[in-house]
């Protein structure tokens, strides 16, 4: 059976020192370990950005797609191969800026699959932009005067779309961070992590020290359900969007693949996609 030593490749992240993606990294390894998969079992579909690289940096299946691509892509991968155990990854300028389109729609969709959001409330890569993610008031080099937009709350449009499986965690609380990828992998249908991971170099104002004092831990309510879609969305908003753990999950709700009539568990790669002469025939004339 595989440890979490076997998710590693022997490339050397190039992630400043103290990032907060070094740990999602490592929550990622450990959780696919825990859960008792093997890397041939495992894709990484990440976007553009610092943390899109992550999936250069594990050993399983990877694709380094395009800025805000990453859900088309995972999803293709996931119909192709529904044997696969498929995580999305990348920033919340990857997701919800130029990929939010895709984002709302797939959360709608609810395929099996599990993304996983770095949220460092910046544009890391490109040297420290404002993002959707950024505080009101917030100065960067695009917006000098500060932000006069309003900051977008993935959790709640998570939820408005739809959402089967909505969670929030911190990229230094490892424990829970690995044990939510554990439960979204585990989950039957789309699951969305937003995981606060701080970007040392850029944003100096939601640093590590900020979360920590800013974070609203559910373990706090020890009441909560998160079956009560209701309950969650006032949670959210109750906290300023900065809950952490397991937000809300909808079990009853079907996955994409298993709502498609007729469509095999087995990866297409492993079907016998001959058809007969005689199907082919009826298939051409319907054209005719
Ligand atoms: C189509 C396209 N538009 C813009 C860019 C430039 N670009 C690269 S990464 C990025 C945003 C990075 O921020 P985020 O997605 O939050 O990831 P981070 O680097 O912070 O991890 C942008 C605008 C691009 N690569 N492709
Ligand atoms: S620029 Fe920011 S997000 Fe990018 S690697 Fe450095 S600390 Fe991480």
């Not at 990440?46 to 395009?66: D, E, M, V």
């Not at 709640?156 to 969670?167: D, H, K, Q």
């Not at 020890?222 to 209701?230: A, G, H």
């Amino acid at each position: 059976m595989a440890t979490f030593k076997d998710f590693r490749n022997n490339v050397k992240p190039n992630w400043c020192p103290g990032c907060g993606d070094f740990s999602i990294q490592a929550a990622i390894q450990r959780a696919a370990a825990s859960v008792g998969l093997e890397p041939e079992n495992l894709a990484v579909i990440s976007g553009i950005g610092c943390s899109g690289r992550i999936s250069g940096y594990i050993n399983a299946y990877g694709l380094h797609g395009i800025h805000g691509r990453a859900l088309p892509i995972a999803q293709g991968v996931k119909l192709a191969n529904r044997e696969l155990t498929v995580i999305a990854s990348g920033g919340d300028g990857d997701g919800f800026a130029i990929g939010m389109g895709h984002t709302v729609h797939a959360i709608r969709r609810n395929l099996d699959i599990t993304y996983i959001v770095m949220d460092n409330q910046i544009y890391g890569l490109t040297k420290g932009q404002t993002s959707p993610r950024s505080a009101e008031g917030f100065k960067t080099k695009s917006t000098p005067e500060g932000s006069i937009e309003t900051t977008l709350s993935p959790l709640e449009i998570a939820l408005s779309a739809g959402a089967t499986f909505v969670a929030q965690s911190f990229s230094s609380d490892l424990k829970q961070l690995t044990s939510l990828i554990e439960q979204a992998m585990a989950h039957k249908g789309f699951s969305l992590i937003n995981v606060f991971s701080p970007c040392v170099t850029f944003n100096k104002v939601n640093t590590y020290d900020w979360f920590k004092e800013n974070i609203v831990n559910l373990n706090e309510f020890p009441d909560y359900d998160p079956s009560n879609r209701i309950a969650a969305m006032t949670k959210i908003m109750e906290t300023g969007g900065m809950l952490t753990g397991l937000i809300y999950q909808n079990k009853e709700r079907k996955s994409y693949e298993d709502m498609i009539v007729g469509f095999k568990e087995e990866a297409l790669a492993h079907q016998s996609l001959d058809i007969s002469r005689e199907s082919f025939d009826k298939l051409v004339a319907e054209f005719k």
